[in-house]
């Protein structure tokens, strides 16, 4: 079974900070891979994806990721985080064909004005 | 459009209750998925379904049953509550516009605190 790794369980940034958030998978396949983001008392909602192409993703918001295959990683990017990025970031990976999706176990990152 | 909508919102039970968790939702999905999310542990899979009338076991099937009897509905089941069902849980629904995409759209999340 594969499995999502995200470091740094807690972040604290101040406003204008840059952000990376890191996330490893173990399967050696073809993956789709996804960040959701949880803004406090809310669902998960789909920051960004990568399936095919670019491997540099922009997604809502001013995040980005890149997937770097060698290193099976898809780390998440922000140049310079607000204070309502305040959330929690997780990242998702799927085989492809493969309707289940694995996540890390999340990222908080909390944003200080 | 609702999309996944979950009922209900907040819910307390007392060891030995049992409860039924429904998940709608109006895309057409046809496969929905049922996750607890616990703190520092991410979210887990508890059950999910690929079609109307199929269900399949995920990471974490003790305790709970589920069922898919119509294609927009998938329902989770609580037996017999116990203290470590404590969780927020959180239906989710995907389909496939190309084979190889699986994109998961989530509902609000249901709280559950089991004394």
């Known amino acids: 079974a594969q499995s999502v790794s995200q470091h740094n369980h807690h972040v604290i940034l101040s406003e204008a900070a840059s952000l990376e958030l890191g996330c490893n998978y173990s399967?050696?396949?073809?993956?789709?891979l996804f960040w959701y983001v949880q803004y406090p008392g809310q669902h998960l909602q789909l920051l960004l994806k990568y399936f095919s192409g670019d491997p540099l993703v922009k997604g809502i918001k001013g995040f980005e990721a890149e997937f770097i295959k060698s290193k099976f990683s898809f780390n998440l990017r922000k140049p310079s985080v607000q204070w309502s990025d305040t959330a929690e970031y997780f990242c998702a990976v799927n085989e492809r064909g493969n309707n289940r999706l694995a996540f890390g176990k999340g990222n908080q990152v909390v944003v200080i004005p | 459009n609702a999309g996944v909508t979950q009922t209900p919102k907040f819910r307390v039970l007392k060891t030995g209750q049992s409860m039924t968790l429904l998940c709608a939702q109006d895309?057409?999905?046809?496969?929905m998925y049922w996750y607890r999310q616990d703190p520092g542990m991410g979210l887990r899979l508890i059950h999910y379904?690929?079609?109307?009338?199929?269900?399949a076991k995920g990471e974490v099937p003790d305790g709970y049953n589920v069922s898919r009897l119509k294609k927009q509905n998938f329902l989770l089941g609580l037996e017999s509550a116990a203290p470590s069902q404590t969780s927020v849980y959180f239906c989710?629904?995907?389909?496939?516009?190309?084979?190889?995409?699986?994109?998961?759209?989530f509902g609000p999340g249901t709280r559950l605190t089991v004394t």
């Open positions: 399967y050696g396949g073809t993956v789709n």
């Open positions: 989710a629904s995907s389909y496939t516009r190309r084979a190889d995409s699986y994109e998961q759209y």
């Open positions: 895309m057409n999905h046809e496969y």
């Open positions: 379904s690929v079609g109307e009338g199929t269900t």
